[in-house]
């Protein structure tokens, strides 16, 4: 209480000094310069300016964001230095129902010290050749740079002033206003700044006509002026009110859902904030692949919820130490599933909801839920894979002990390619060193064993994320991870991509778009018939692996996904059906071949 | 069953009302335009300007989109006389519906659009005679000696002639006065349909839609004074220069409408997720939903029903922490929501929501509709013991004073009657459609066989 009264005391000195300077600096300019004020549009400007600070919200450190700076700037073109300085007097004003005593201070701090700024801003604008007078384009141009000086020069020194004055009165370290509060307002400013800049330059063309010595043009016109640059404020407020309800809402979003999650995840007491590290962990793998800043909200958004599925299996299964039955796991491997199909019935966020399904799947296609493999699952499955195993390691869970960091990495190395995408763990764990979370050079005892085979065709996207990814992989990187030892340098050498033009996208076995029409379902029998497919299987050598799908080119999938994908694992499921078929076609006919005395073989080809 | 066929008969009635009223404004306009002064060129420039700015809309929660068309009709009717007005409203409307493809189920927007004719007509007629107001409130021409005869130097005037007051500020009260009546008819005309739609009583509409399209509307009137201000001036880039500041507004206020549903829907989903543990599927969503009509119905405003809706999301989402007894739960639920910015007065709202009695007749207005709203939504929609609502509001209505609010249960009980009889006039309307179409699918599987005996043949 003491403390606060010494503030209100030494911030009432400061202010009743500031506005007596002021002052003085209005009355002598005005004496001395050759233009006077022109009091009935500055009247019009400082109500107006009242009404802008009026309609601002309180910032959380104090300080309130409002767009006086539109206000400000058109009274510094339309008006004189002095009377500029007068309106700027009222920045502290506000039309308030409750005025309290204690609030005198820092109204007149508030109005002393804007005042001066702009005082000074005004005689840097007009010493840097900016023009208030001439409505012309070369006049405009000339007077954009000095403009933009002169506004980020007041936004400065309002800063430093409010800064100073939150200190005073209650203590608030300059560092954290300046930093949370002034530093995002700056675009914000600059944006309002030029265009009460604009406004000022009409409004001194239209209503200068009803001041001075001699009255030139009409009256009406002159009014006109002022309903102009009235209506044209209360544009920009309405802009500046949605502006800022929507970072309001933005940040309390994030705020919000991180704790509710949290709270949801006290039904396992050792889950313990576990998505919010999840969130986290992508996060920085996100930036790391330079994603865009809205792909990595929607990013943030599926960390955050990836675990959602899971308020549908029973706690009894969940918490169980020791065995589980195979019908429990496959509850528990349901929770996707589940997870997805709730994210998918809201239109507002079924683009995250693939990235929740699919982030059980593993690399080499072992995974659960559709069994997808390589980079046909979303990139944003991917990465919430990883940062969920690497979460989950580093803590203890009923049925094991914790792992340390180091081993942890470990583990996603030796299961890149089998159930982490390779290149999104080189490039994780370069993340996690650069930010200071796994030591240095500690990979180097773990060698890198990626089992060539199961990474399969490298991707040729080139949607954002994917590109930079292939990039990377280019560029055959070592590990990235400090010392990287000789060995692994070698070692990625020789994973190197091959260039370009040798790279061919893979033939698919069985064309995605299979069966649309009748004709083509039919050709499409027939070729099967006569055993193409079979060929082409049998041509690459690969039994294990029954058709190749296409890579991957999104994050999250939007709007219609949903049918897209349904369709894709469809075709895929027609298209496993199918190999199988074929495969024991061919092994029955291999077989009968056997059996059979050769004259039979002829026969059949003969045939068909 | 019959309140159902009239509220179908009412919205028919609605549209045929207003087809009418749009047919007799356009006739009537057609005779007045003087078609043969008129300049085609800036005609057909006027219709294109409104036919390009009416394609973007700003969205609300409910009620119609706010069209960014509206500020060129507004600076139109100041610019140009009322009918021809009415016509470059309703070429451009034509214009614009083709620019953006018709789509099946739009047709609820050409009653819509038909109001919106008669709306402009009126206050076309409105503004013609109010900016002719005389400065004494008569229609007289000024008194001779007021009017000055301009010199060859330009006009001169004193500071003190009342003419020249009057026509300084004859344009910006005829315009506010304008923007006004506009804003007026279009809420009404919408919270009429809105009324008819949902059973609901139109006055409330009206209310809850002024409050939700102000500051929208207001920009909208905004830039439409600037355009017409600016015509002599900036002759037809004063159309594109002030819809960038439109064009700015309608960006951030969906974004708003977008970030709120997102934010709403995500809070949703994760109270809904342990609902379904519960044995209580859907719950939440259903007492949020029922529970914002009902805050709505009771004339609650806009930023009142959305803290309502976030509370009865998580109403009972302190039964995570609590297991099955549910003690305290209203408590744990608002000692989370309390710490959510901007969430805080859901958190009041959650605290109080099982109080009854003294202390529940002192709880805010939002935690008594929850309560209500989510006993009555446990009675109907989950457990064996289910009943229906009619049963479930009587035995409600037991505990009136008590536990549950009664002017809350009135209102709930509007709203429910309502929502039941809107429910019921579609389902029969589909059984009938599928009546049909099975007749007809029957016809199209037998042409088709027909067709591939055919084919066979060939």
């Known amino acids: 209480m003491d403390g606060e009264n010494r503030g209100e005391g030494r911030l009432a000195g400061v202010s009743v000094l500031a506005f007596t300077a002021s002052l003085a600096v209005i009355a002598i300019s005005s004496l001395v310069g050759d233009r006077p004020i022109h009091w009935l549009p500055a009247v019009f400007l400082a109500m107006a300016l009242v009404a802008a600070e009026s309609m601002g919200e309180e910032m959380p450190d104090g300080g309130r964001s409002t767009y006086g700076m539109a206000v400000l700037f058109s009274a510094m073109a339309a008006l004189s230095l002095p009377g500029a300085m007068a309106v700027a007097l009222f920045s502290g004003v506000r039309v308030n129902p409750r005025p309290h005593r204690r609030d005198w201070p820092k109204i007149i701090y508030d109005g002393a010290t804007s005042s001066l700024s702009m005082g000074i801003c005004s005689f840097a604008y007009h010493l840097l050749g900016g023009t208030s007078t001439v409505f012309t384009l070369g006049g405009a141009a000339k007077s954009i740079g000095p403009l933009l000086a002169s506004i980020i020069l007041y936004w400065g020194l309002n800063t430093a002033s409010v800064a100073l004055g939150l200190y005073l009165l209650k203590g608030v370290k300059p560092r954290d206003f300046v930093l949370r509060g002034a530093v995002p307002l700056l675009p914000a400013q600059v944006v309002f700044g030029l265009a009460g800049w604009g406004l000022g330059i009409v409004f001194a063309q239209n209503a200068f006509h009803l001041v001075g010595s001699e009255v030139v043009g009409t009256v009406a016109e002159a009014l006109r002026g002022f309903f102009a640059v009235a209506v044209a404020l209360v544009l920009l407020g309405v802009i500046w009110h949605f502006s800022g309800k929507n970072v309001g809402l933005l940040e309390t979003y994030d705020e919000s859902l991180r704790l509710l999650v949290d709270y949801l995840e006290k039904r396992e007491p050792y889950l313990n904030d576990h998505s919010g590290r999840v969130m986290n962990y992508a996060l920085l793998l996100g930036r790391k692949l330079n994603l865009p800043l809205y792909e990595l909200r929607k990013l943030g958004h599926a960390a955050l919820l990836h675990d959602i599925g899971r308020a549908a299996v029973p706690l009894e299964v969940l918490a169980r130490e020791g065995v589980i039955t195979d019908d429990e796991f496959e509850e528990v491997k349901r929770h996707p599933l589940v997870g997805a199909s709730w994210l998918e019935e809201v239109e507002y966020l079924s683009d995250i909801a693939d990235a929740v399904r699919h982030h059980h799947e593993y690399y080499d296609g072992g995974g659960y839920v559709d069994h997808l493999r390589g980079e046909t699952i979303p990139l944003g499955a991917r990465i919430l894979a990883l940062a969920d195993a690497y979460e989950a390691m580093l803590k203890d869970r009923p049925y094991r002990e914790r792992k340390g960091r180091e081993e942890a990495a470990a583990e996603l190395l030796q299961n890149a390619g089998k159930q982490f995408d390779p290149r999104l763990v080189e490039l994780f764990l370069e993340a996690l060193v650069e930010s200071g979370l796994l030591p240095a050079g500690v990979v180097v005892e773990f060698p890198v064993e990626v089992p060539r085979e199961a990474v399969s065709a490298p991707s040729t996207g080139r949607m954002e994320g994917g590109e930079v990814i292939s990039r990377e992989w280019e560029r055959g990187r070592p590990m990235g991870l400090g010392e990287a030892s000789r060995e692994a340098e070698d070692e990625a050498e020789q994973r190197k991509v091959p260039p370009r033009e040798e790279r061919r996208e893979p033939e698919p076995a069985y064309p995605a778009e299979t069966a649309r029409t009748a004709e083509s379902f039919e050709a499409g029998v027939r070729s099967a018939g006569r055993g193409e497919g079979a060929r082409g299987i049998r041509g690459k050598g690969e039994i294990g692996a029954p058709y190749e799908e296409k890579p991957s080119r999104r994050l999250f999938t939007f709007g219609s996904g949903r049918r897209k994908r349904e369709e894709m694992i469809r075709q895929r499921r027609e298209a496993r059906e199918k190999w199988k078929q074929q495969v024991l076609k061919e092994l029955s006919e291999e077989w009968q071949e056997r059996e059979s005395p050769p004259g039979g073989g002829e026969e059949d080809e003969g045939g068909g | ?458």
């Open chain 2, 1 to 458: 069953m019959r309140a159902a066929d009239n509220r179908e008969r009412r919205i028919l009635l609605l549209g045929w009302i207003s087809g009418i009223l749009c047919l007799l404004t356009l006739v009537i306009a057609f005779f007045k335009v003087r078609w043969s002064d008129l300049d085609p060129a800036r005609f057909m420039a006027l219709v294109a300007v409104f036919a390009t700015l009416e394609v973007f809309r700003i969205d609300f929660p409910w009620g119609r989109p706010l069209r960014l068309g509206m500020a060129v009709v507004l600076s139109v009717i100041v610019l140009r006389p009322a009918a021809e007005a009415v016509w470059i409203f309703a070429l451009g409307t034509l214009l614009s519906h083709m620019l953006s493809r018709w789509r099946r189920g739009r047709e609820g927007e050409l009653v819509h659009l038909a109001q919106r004719a008669l709306v402009v007509g009126i206050s076309g007629v409105f503004f013609s005679y109010i900016s002719r107001l005389g400065w004494d409130f008569s229609w007289n021409p000024y008194p001779p000696q007021y009017v000055l005869q301009p010199t060859p130097e330009g006009v001169y005037y004193t500071y003190y002639n009342p003419v020249v007051l009057h026509r300084a500020l004859a344009f910006p009260l005829a315009f506010v006065a304008l923007a006004i009546l506009f804003y007026l008819g279009e809420a009404v005309t919408s919270s009429l349909e809105m009324a008819v739609r949902t059973q609901g009583d139109w006055r409330v509409w009206v209310r809850q839609q002024l409050r939700q399209t102000f500051p929208a509307y207001l920009a909208v009137a905004s830039a439409a004074a600037l355009m017409a201000l600016y015509f002599p001036r900036l002759p037809w880039a004063n159309f594109f220069v002030f819809a960038l500041p439109l064009l700015l507004v309608r960006m951030v206020s969906n974004r708003y409408r977008e970030l709120d549903e997102r934010f709403f829907q995500t809070v949703r989903v994760l109270g809904e997720a342990f609902d379904r543990a519960r044995g209580l599927e859907g719950h939440s969503s259903r007492v949020s939903n029922l529970s914002a009509e009902v805050a709505r119905e009771m004339g609650c405003s806009p930023e009142e029903i959305r803290m309502i809706r976030y509370a009865a999301a998580l109403h009972d989402i302190g039964y995570v922490e609590t297991g099955r007894d549910g003690e305290g739960h209203a408590e744990r639920a608002a000692a989370l929501i309390e710490n959510m910015p901007g969430l805080k007065p859901a958190a009041e709202v959650v605290r109080y929501h099982h109080s009854s009695g003294g202390e529940g007749a002192r709880a805010p207005l939002g935690s008594r509709i929850i309560r209500a709203v989510s006993d009555f939504d446990l009675a109907t929609a989950s457990g064996k013991e289910r009943v229906s609502w009619r049963e479930a509001l009587r035995e409600m209505d037991l505990e009136r004073g008590e536990a549950y609010d009664s002017r809350v249960l009135r209102f709930l009980r509007q709203v429910v009657e309502a929502q039941s009889r809107a429910r019921r006039a579609p389902e029969r309307e589909i059984r009938q459609r599928a009546k049909v179409l099975e007749e007809e699918e029957l016809a199209d599987s037998l042409e088709r066989l027909f067709h591939r005996d055919e084919g066979g043949e060939e």
